[in-house]
């Protein structure tokens, strides 16, 4: 028989529990929910202890003031589920928590009314097989969740705070939307003030800790959860939401014993599936990994098809910064990768492609997409090289390239890098197959790209000092400028405003057939051929 438990949250506020014996159990602790269902009580089973405590009241008031309200802090709300308030009953300490989004629940398929873990989308057999297609979203929608959750491990080590158990197990992601959420934030505490009985989750916790798990018995000796445990964890996840597999359990076999296996295979002997230089444990074919591909097939989809921005990061963290962990890749710098790889990607013309969206990078062999073998079919694509003022009015390279498809949008960030990038994730891509994209409040357009007339153009939707540098030629508002390779835009003459120079990605094959999907006015042809990609075109190409 149920009852509705009315109890005194240690704010004063009235919290309210359903009492039907049937608690949902979460590991650690027991699950209710309030009459309405908008939030939940948790209470662990196990006895907390003085120091816990404590660290629960901090994380409910201090930890939480210091990432919600501060500077920019409002943003951050829907990437948490925090603990609002702390309850005690019988004994018993409790935290409140505000009930996960519908979006973070399967809908559908054979996992409906499951949580969206982040466990169903980092393995290549569980993506396959269980995922429902409505939930899988593109390559670009799991580049835009991982910047997310970039965004949210950043704000809790600026706040000096760390989640002891950084793994798929706690967060929930909906792709299609771009959408993340942190949970297990009862595990959040601050290095060196707090210890945590809480080390980690198997595949995610850093080597170091895997390797002193098996060393000291005691918990006070073994290596506690810090910034550079959960940036090993971070890449983890990235790799994984990216990838579909794990950067570190390949088919080495280090040894039959299964706790030495594990602490060699994931601590002091963990190697890399991808090492450039050590193949020991590379991903081999095997049975039924048909089923999987093309994401088990490193040769198939290495991570380099992701770019370069990513690609040294994955080198710094799983070769170089793997053992030593000073050598890790920070929070800030996967977002900022992300945030680069993103102005890389274009949609892929296959119907059927795996990710939907490949990223360009000018080395391609082929023409063809790396996931679906589908080819390009495309003479050219521009793209705009960022470059910043400095010294006199003269421009430096910015490290920054955006590859342009019609109707892809150049915002505010790209034109002046003073401004700080928008949140603009799925909702609001701004993509489409022809058309105006929108320049409204808050959409951060000021440009697009556009093909007409067999030419490439950038078309001005918001910028006052739109301007070939060369010619001094002014681009008034919702007019276009024809690209060619070489040539030098002004894009903003403001303090922190940038310039562009403007190349095209050439097939060296006879020009073919634009798809529709990535122009909105191609003509027909046979995009056929075997060329290669290059950055630069034939002399005198525009």
């Known amino acids: 028989m149920s009852r509705v438990v009315s109890i ?17 159990s979460g590991g650690q602790k027991e699950v209710f929910w309030s009459p309405d269902r908008s939030y939940v009580v948790a209470f662990p089973n196990y006895l907390v202890e003085k120091d816990a405590r404590e660290c629960l009241h901090r994380l409910v008031d201090d930890y939480r003031i210091a990432i919600f309200e501060g500077e920019g802090g409002e943003s951050f709300r829907e990437l948490f589920c925090w603990p609002e308030r702390i309850v005690e009953w019988k004994g018993m300490i409790g935290l409140v928590y505000p009930a996960f989004d519908r979006k973070f629940y399967f809908s559908g398929g054979p996992l409906k009314g499951a949580e969206k873990t982040a466990g169903w989308f980092a393995s290549a057999k569980s993506f396959s097989r269980n995922v429902p297609a409505e939930s899988r979203g593109t390559l670009r929608d799991h580049v835009w969740t991982c910047m997310e959750l970039c965004r949210a491990v950043g704000r809790l080590h600026s706040a000096g705070l760390v989640l002891a158990d950084l793994s798929d197990n706690h967060l929930l992601i909906d792709p ?82 299964d706790a030495l296996r594990e602490s060699r295979k994931l601590g002091k002997g963990a190697l890399f599936i991808e090492h450039p230089k050590d193949p020991a444990n590379r991903l081999l074919p095997y049975t039924g990994w048909e089923d999987f591909l093309p994401w ?114 150049v915002r505010s960030w790209h034109a002046d890098r003073d401004i700080p990038p928008e949140r603009c994730g799925p909702p609001d891509w701004g993509t489409r197959t022809g058309g ?84 909105g006015s191609g003509k027909s042809g046979t995009g056929e051929g075997q060329g290669g990609w290059s950055l630069g075109g034939p002399a005198g190409a525009g």
């Not at 971070?234 to 570190?248: I, Q, T």
């Not at 198939?300 to 050598?327: E, T």
């Not at 992300?338 to 492609?353: F, I």
């Not at 990605?505 to 122009?519: A, D, I």
């Open 436 to 519: 105006t994209v929108g320049s409204g409040p808050g959409s951060g357009t000021v440009a697009e790209f556009a093909f007409r007339d067999g030419k490439w153009f950038l078309v001005n939707r918001g910028l006052d000092s739109l301007e070939d540098l060369a010619t001094g030629t002014r681009v008034p508002v919702d007019t276009g400028i024809a690209l060619s390779h070489g040539q030098e835009l002004i894009l903003s003459r403001a303090e922190g405003g940038r310039t562009a120079v403007a190349g095209m990605v050439y097939k060296l094959e006879e020009w073919g057939w634009f798809p529709e999907r990535l122009t």
């Open 176 to 257: 299609p939307t771009g959408s993340v959420l942190v949970t297990g934030t009862d595990q959040i505490f601050s290095p060196g003030e707090f210890s945590s009985d809480v080390l980690g989750s198997r595949g995610y916790m850093a080597p170091e800790t895997v390797k002193n798990m098996y060393i000291h018995a005691r918990q006070s000796e073994k290596c506690q959860p810090s910034v550079e445990t959960n940036l090993h964890s971070l890449a983890v996840l990235v790799y994984g939401l990216l990838l579909h597999r794990h950067p570190l359990l390949g088919l080495a076999d280090w040894t039959l014993d």
């Open 296 to 409: 088990a097939d490193t040769d198939q989809v290495p991570f380099a098809v992701l770019g370069p921005h990513l690609g040294k990061l994955f080198i710094d963290a799983f070769v170089r910064g793997l053992h030593v962990s000073r050598l890790r890749p920070t929070a800030l710098a996967w977002e900022d990768a992300l945030a680069r790889t993103l102005d890389l990607m274009v949609p892929c013309p296959g119907p059927d492609c795996p990710a939907g969206w490949v990223v360009v990078t000018g080395k391609a062999r082929t023409p063809v997409c790396p996931l679906c073998g589908t080819p390009w079919g495309l003479p050219s694509l521009p793209y705009l090289d960022l470059r910043f003022f400095r010294d006199g009015g003269k421009s430096f390279p910015d490290g920054g390239r955006l590859v342009g498809y019609e109707g892809r949008p």
């Open 8 to 24: 005194t949250a240690t704010d004063g506020e009235k919290v309210e529990y359903v009492d039907d014996g049937l608690a949902m």
